[in-house]
């Protein structure tokens, strides 16, 4: 069997590819002229030099393949120009559909986001059927993820075979950008989180997720959509420090920022960004505002279809630890 993953260089599809080689598949990676090198040890796949707004290297790379694990896309909460969401993560998708429809693949895997499932309900969990309202998305990139998620599904209402996954807060070892999950890590552990904001999210381990991958490839329903989430993972910020705290050897903060003075500092910051620096903020605006959503979530529906295992967190966490001072990260210890 062999498949294309886009964005095979990124956090989540490299892990996909790899995932994938150790099934004995035979892979292809898209990636861009300006990609990062392969992260992860181990073979590389075939590589192919294309972009998702480029067609006929699209379909150089689809040529010949069974199935395609659409994993790229354009994952931050700040861009200088917003208009990259939508090239990437819609017309990208967009384009993707169409070449593997033309190839006629078996099945296309289009990684999504838990961004695309509504607010979890007061003292309860979000799962698949939670109806996602446009008033409730924040930024380009929930509105860029949503869009391509539609467009992927009405791929599949009409016909070709497409699963959705959507995967959680993802952390773990490769994460070499970092992604906004694994900058909290890596802020926390380099001292950089001296309080917090009373939020929470599910964490999940990249490896889990690309298992999650292959099974709804193998087990999937096409017009189906699996949360990658870890059943355990559904974590206040201050206790997910705390987990991160135990792994690095450093005393989590203890200090609980109020919602308005971290909407102050989100909005200052991004304002400098726009305006001035045209670099990342510190406090992306879009983060503050996410703070109030409940992202708490329920992937009965993946480990029941498609029989996802999870790892324990604080090995994830552990790993994802390590791999940040592999990688040349200066991490202090401090007394627990």
């Given at each position: ?26 892979v292809r990676g898209l990636r861009r002229s300006s990609a990062p090198p392969w992260q992860l040890t181990g073979p590389e796949p075939e590589w192919f030099t294309g972009d998702l707004g480029d067609l006929d290297s699209l379909r150089r790379a689809v040529a010949g393949c069974d199935a395609v694990f ?216 879009v983060g503050v505002q996410l703070s109030r959503r409940r992202m708490a979530f329920d992937p009965t529906r993946a480990i029941t279809e498609l029989g996802l295992q999870h790892r324990p967190l604080e090995q994830t966490v552990a790993d994802a630890v390590a791999w940040f001072r592999q990688t040349g ?8």
């Open positions: 069997m062999r498949a294309l993953v886009t964005g095979a260089t990124g956090f989540i599809g490299s892990h996909v590819a790899r995932a994938l080689l150790e099934a004995g598949w035979e659409h994993v790229a896309g354009h994952y931050a909460l700040w861009a200088p120009d917003e208009e990259v969401f939508e090239a990437v993560n819609v017309q990208g998708t967009r384009n993707v559909l169409l070449v593997a429809r033309e190839a006629e693949v078996q099945r296309v895997v289009y990684t999504s986001s838990v961004a695309c499932v509504g607010a979890a309900p007061p003292g309860g969990l979000a799962d698949e059927d939670t109806p996602v309202a446009e008033s409730e998305l924040r930024g380009g990139y929930e509105r860029s993820k949503l869009a391509a998620e539609r467009l992927a599904l009405a791929a599949a209402a009409e016909g070709q075979d497409v699963v959705v996954v959507n995967p959680a807060s993802t952390i773990g070892p490769g994460d070499i950008k970092p992604t906004p999950t694994g900058k909290i890590v890596l802020d926390f552990i380099e001292g950089r989180i001296p309080f917090y904001l009373d939020t929470g999210l599910n964490f999940v381990d990249v490896r889990d997720v690309a298992a999650g991958h292959l099974l709804a490839w193998e087990r999937g329903v096409s017009g189906r959509r699996y949360i990658l989430g870890h059943p355990a993972g559904n974590l206040s910020l201050r206790d997910f420090l705390g987990v991160v705290g135990r792994a690095a050897g450093r005393r989590p903060p203890r200090l609980r920022i109020p919602y308005s003075l971290a909407w102050v500092a989100g909005l200052s910051s991004t304002f400098l960004a726009d305006r001035v620096t045209g670099r990342p903020p510190a406090v992306p605006l990260r200066r991490v202090a210890a401090s007394p627990s």
